[in-house]
Nanobody, 122 residues
Framework: QLQASGGGLVQAGGSLRLSCAAS????????VGWFRQAPGKEREFVAA????????SYADSVKGRFTISRDNAKRTVYLQMNSLKPEDTAVFFC?????????????????WGQGTLVTVSS
């Protein structure tokens, strides 16, 4: 089970940190990803991290601004979002899958949490 939190309203240029808390004893065996979905748009890949945290992947649109990390002892994955833009406004979802591959398409991810809304005002 995944629980996303940390969304909110922020001005352009600001920062937010999202958290994805997981239950289960084998959390470190799962890759975790973040996707987002803006109104009227498809769900899109944002970032992902391998089970041990040694490998990360980012969408081009967030590279250099967002950082994904994880604390397996706390069974939590974080998405630090800096230099936020109005176009980052979306519902952000965390997801997990067993294995090491960091897929960028949503159907390859097995477990989904509820979303958390991020709104960036201009």
């Amino acid at each position: 089970q995944l629980q996303a939190s940390g969304g909110g309203l922020v001005q352009a240029g600001g920062s937010l940190r999202l958290s994805c808390a997981a239950s289960g004893r084998t959390f470190s065996l799962y890759a975790v990803g973040w996707f987002r979905q803006a109104p009227g748009k498809e769900r899109e890949f944002v970032a992902a991290i391998s089970g041990a945290g040694g490998t990360t992947s980012y969408a081009d649109s967030v590279k250099g601004r967002f950082t994904i990390s994880r604390d397996n002892a706390k069974r939590t994955v974080y998405l630090q979002m800096n230099s936020l833009k109005p176009e980052d406004t979306a519902v952000f979802f965390c997801t997990a899958r067993s294995g090491s591959h960091l897929y960028t398409d949503a159907p390859n991810w097995n477990f989904w949490g509820q979303g958390t809304l991020v709104t960036v005002s201009s």
